[in-house]
């Protein structure tokens, strides 16, 4: 069983960037496919991007557009979330989680495949 705590979020104006932590405890980390999600005030949860199991590949939501980039450390139990170009509909709450349906990257994505969600960490951006 993986624990997940996010760290990172806070309070940046339009334009900015922030670099998003989350650091797992438990084992088999580098066995899992890591995702990021964020889900704003009345809105559904959204798939922001995950990286494959060694960090070499990725896949992202539509909207990020090249503005985000995902890394992860399996030395250090850490997957990154980099956000560039921040604007102020990227405002949310930003969660990792655990890919429990594959261990390979694939195009879609659903919060229904993930597990070990962590507490998430706000992320505000001023306009």
């Known amino acids: 069983q993986v624990q997940l705590v996010e760290s990172g979020g806070g309070l940046v104006q339009a334009g900015g960037s922030l670099i998003l932590s989350c650091a797992a405890s438990g084992r088999d980390f580098s066995n899992y496919v890591m995702g990021w999600f964020r889900q704003a005030p009345g809105k559904e949860r959204e798939f922001v991007g995950v990286?494959?199991?060694?960090?070499?590949?990725?896949r992202y939501g539509d909207f990020v557009k090249g503005r985000f980039i995902i890394s992860r450390d399996n030395n250090k139990n850490t997957v990154y979330l980099q956000m560039n170009g921040l604007k102020p509909e990227d405002t949310a709450v930003y969660y990792c989680a655990v890919d429990r349906t594959s261990k390979f990257i694939r195009n879609n994505y659903r919060p229904a495949d993930f597990g070990s969600w962590g507490q998430g960490t706000q992320v505000t951006v001023s306009s």
């Open positions: 990286v494959s199991r060694n960090g070499g590949n990725t």
